[in-house]
């Protein structure tokens, strides 16, 4: 098939495809997302992407009482509300999103050269606040994503600000260039610049599951693998995707766990069986403290102030 401008459009009943020599990429309206992203026959997701604000809290959460103040962002990270999407398509703004029977109009012959879908959610706090994920696909393939977060005044303390990505199954290691090691807003000041490979996707073995694996200042990721849930794809061969930083550096965790999973272990053997890969990109991270141990807050500095906006982006490769 020729490709005029590269994106090939594909005006689905409730979907958005979008055709690209190497890339296939179908976002759901009614899911509120990126349902998936194929890159050479390759599916990488498992769910659609969603924001989230949630971290596993550690024993300095604990102690000073931080995870009952920001419980309820707990119920936010787990539950998504997608209230509103806007599509443009070129220059054309859709008033109507265009689902059956709009979308008859429409050929299998349509094309365009760059493709904005933004998702608006809501936020299951009190008060409620929004979100918005704006996914910007230009004839290249790649995919510009931009998450803002609208600050509003009275809501609990935030553990995180960021997106979760559910890949299906684990990946065999990821390289980046950024920090070295495991890395906080106020755990940086030993970590040394520098491009680091890791194999597999390793867990801090804490005698009591909690947040670890984060990466601060990152500029560029990549994750491998070489399995997949199709069971006619026997290659092996190792495949990866790419995180590129845009305007500034973002931060990062490559698990094989959610945040859910490792808060509801009280301890490792209670953890499931490692089957997926969990990637959050972070714009804003909450310091994990540990002054005196536990027990005293963390400094004002290494705090998310959940009424200011957050906005941030980065590409896929």
Not at 144 to 157: A, H, S, V
Not at 264 to 285: K, Q, S
Request: hydrophobic letters at 35%; charged letters at 20%; glycine letters at 8%.
């Amino acid at each position: 098939m020729a490709y005029t401008n590269n994106l090939h459009i594909i005006y689905g009943d409730a979907t958005l495809g979008i055709n690209t020599p190497d890339k296939q990429y179908i976002f759901s309206y009614e899911k509120g997302g990126l349902e998936s992203l194929k890159i050479k026959g390759k599916e990488w997701f498992y769910r659609v992407p969603t924001p989230t604000f949630w971290r596993a809290t550690t024993d300095n959460d604990r102690g000073n009482g931080f995870n009952l103040k920001a419980a309820q962002w707990l119920g936010a990270d787990m539950f998504s509300h997608c209230t509103e999407i806007q599509l443009k398509v070129d220059q054309h703004d859709f008033a109507d999103l265009p689902i059956a029977p709009l979308n008859n109009q429409f050929s299998n012959h349509e094309y365009a050269s760059k493709v904005e879908i933004t998702f608006i959610y809501e936020t299951l706090t009190i008060p409620k606040t929004k979100v918005e994920i704006t996914y910007q696909i230009n004839n290249n393939g790649h995919v510009i994503i931009k998450m803002r977060y609208f600050g509003k005044k009275d809501l609990p303390p935030l553990p995180v600000i960021g997106m979760r990505f559910i890949i299906p199954t684990l990946a065999s290691g990821f390289e980046y260039e950024g920090l070295s090691g495991e890395t906080y807003p106020d755990r940086m000041a030993g970590a040394s610049a520098g491009s680091f490979k890791i194999k597999g996707l390793p867990v801090t073995k804490y005698l009591v599951p909690q947040e670890n694996g984060m990466h601060m200042q990152t500029h560029q990721l990549k994750i491998t693998r070489n399995t997949t849930l199709n069971n006619a794809d026997h290659s092996n061969e190792d495949f990866d995707l790419t995180v590129e930083q845009t305007d500034k550096p973002f931060n990062f965790s490559c698990l094989p766990y959610t945040a859910e999973e490792l808060e509801n272990a009280t301890h490792i053997e209670e953890l499931p069986l490692a089957r997926r890969t969990v990637l959050v990109i972070a714009g804003a991270v909450r310091g994990v403290g540990g002054i005196d141990s536990w027990g005293s807050n963390v400094e004002d500095k290494y705090r998310i102030n959940p009424s200011q906006d957050c906005e941030f982006s980065f590409k896929l490769l």
